[in-house]
């Protein structure tokens, strides 16, 4: 599976290190950026992963800035993104099972790097489960749509 991945500079390190292990798991991870700890805008890497994932350049995308809240909003504006801030696996694997979440989003300043790998394994391996969350998932689209 081939992933986005995209940081700000307070998300960089951790951005780093998830890479390598995503690596190491036999992912193929292409790096949207930031490329050190000097300070840079979240916008521009949120949208950059957010145009991969939705493009299908990239099957699914991690994102990482001080809360993971900016740099998923911003990636939330591409058409047919769904970001979701996790600050945990459970949620991390409920956001993809009920609501198809295509990016994973956290914050550097507010999980630890092992939490950050539970919640990138718990993303990664559900899947979305359809059925009565298909139509909500939808809805949200519709949303969109109606601009
Ligand atoms: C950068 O200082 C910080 O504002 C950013 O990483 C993020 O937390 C924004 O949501």
Redesign the pocket.
Known sequence: MKLAIGS?H??YEMKEEIKKYLEEKGYEVKDYGTNSTESCD?PEFGEKVGRAVASGECEEGVLV???G???SLAANKVKGIRAAVCSEPVSARLAKQHNNANIIAF?ARIVGMEEAKGIVDAFLSAEFLGGRHEKRVNMISDIENRG
Do not use: S
């Open positions: 700000d307070a998300g979240y800035c001080g809360t809240i900016g740099i914050g």
